[in-house]
């Protein structure tokens, strides 16, 4: 195993008194880590072109921590679902390569309703180069849906018909009659890459961290962002989330924040921060939809940081719509090169009627 990963776990364990309650799979496991290539049938093969999902999925079922083979493994579009207090590790060289499949909705890796579980290196290949099928958008590389306690470690996802990475809910309710969101979620390095509608979408969410994300050429089906932030209801979450260190390059948006189905008969809140956003070439650094849908005004505030967005083909930031539903919208310390009609500090304002200006000036604050 990685000596980083090592010693992270190793700290995880004596960092807290109560740790081994709370994640049980971390601290004194070590022993019954199961390796995948053991269970695998006689003659088995390491290039990829054998479907093991069978094998993967019982050895998930059975087992807390599995560490997958040192070569590439094919699995079809049923995906391989992750129980709670579990570890999947992945070697230097393991992929789970999905094998050419006609759905439009899959999750390679789903992780649907579950807590505690990590995944450790994931590297990810969808089926996109190959799929038989033009229509639907939904095939994820990990699927995260009203889970808590989730981190993903240094992953490496491509090609996937839909997100490389999806956090957010299924249809179920709280005690406060919202929908459950996916709460305690960390996800630290990943590199996501070519894939088709999103590189990472956050749709409901509680105390999610995403740090040192690199997220490039984004293409397929709309909107092609790096990160999207895009909850699908006024009763979803979208509190505590921080998002730091982030570069995206080549999509058509680097990040997006669309709100405007959180607006509503509830008096939703807000509260995202994000630090250190680079974009290089995208189409559009940062892009905030309108607001189109009847209801009360956001609370809250996004708190956009220390961002520099260079090479944009048609703006560094841009309204598509007025903006009287939004939250507060801080922008601090943030530069925008090469633009050409400067509003402040080199922002260039994609739609400059009198309407959005004003809507703007009420929700936006450039610092």
């Known amino acids: 195993m990685n000596l980083k990963i090592l010693f992270f776990l190793f700290v995880l364990c004596i960092s807290s008194p109560t740790s081994r309650d ?9 022993q019954n880590r199961i390796y ?9 093969v390491k290039d990829g072109s054998v479907d093991y999902t069978n094998v993967i999925q019982k050895a998930l079922n059975e087992h807390d921590y599995i560490i997958l083979p040192n070569f590439p493994v094919l699995v079809n579009d049923t995906g391989l679902k992750l129980k709670s207090n579990s570890v999947l590790e992945f070697q230097d060289k393991s992929i789970l390569e999905l094998k050419t499949s006609t759905k ?8 649907h309703n579950v807590e505690n579980v990590q995944i450790l290196n994931p590297n990810i290949v969808g089926d996109r180069v190959n799929h038989l099928g033009k229509g639907g958008e939904h095939g994820m590389g990990i699927a995260i849906r009203s889970s808590k ?35 305690n979620i960390n996800i630290e390095g990943a590199h996501l890459e070519r894939n088709r509608r999103n590189a990472l979408s956050l749709t409901s969410g509680k105390n999610i961290i995403i740090r040192n994300l690199i997220a490039i050429n984004t293409n397929g089906t709309a909107p092609m962002a790096g990160i999207d932030i895009e909850p699908n209801a006024n009763k979803d979450y979208l ?18 924040l669309c709100l405007k189905k959180m607006v509503g008969v509830r008096n939703a809140n807000v509260d995202v921060i994000i630090n250190n956003h680079i974009d290089n070439g995208s189409k559009v650094a940062f892009r905030i939809d309108k607001f189109d849908r009847a209801g009360k005004q956001l609370n809250g505030r ?5 961002a520099k967005w260079k090479n944009n083909q048609k703006a560094h930031l841009s309204f598509a719509g007025v903006q009287d539903k939004s939250s507060k919208v801080v922008f601090s310390n943030v530069k925008g090169i090469k633009g050409k009609q400067i509003i402040k500090d080199n922002f260039v304002l994609e739609n400059n009627s009198t309407r959005i200006r004003n809507s703007i000036s009420d929700r936006v604050t450039f610092r």
């Open 239 to 256: 509190e505590g989330v921080i998002l730091e260190n982030i570069l995206t390059e080549n999509n058509r948006y680097g990040i997006q």
């Open 36 to 44: 995948v290539e053991n269970l695998l049938p006689k003659g088995y």
């Open 104 to 111: 439009d909705t899959y999750n390679i890796l789903e992780i």
């Open 302 to 306: 996004v708190k956009v940081v220390n």
């Open 22 to 30: 709370k994640n049980p799979i971390l601290c004194g496991y070590s």
């Open 149 to 183: 306690n989730i981190k993903i470690l240094n992953a490496n996802i491509k090609n996937c018909w839909g997100d490389g990475i999806y956090i957010g809910r299924l249809n179920q309710f709280d005690k406060e009659g919202m929908f459950v969101p996916s709460e």
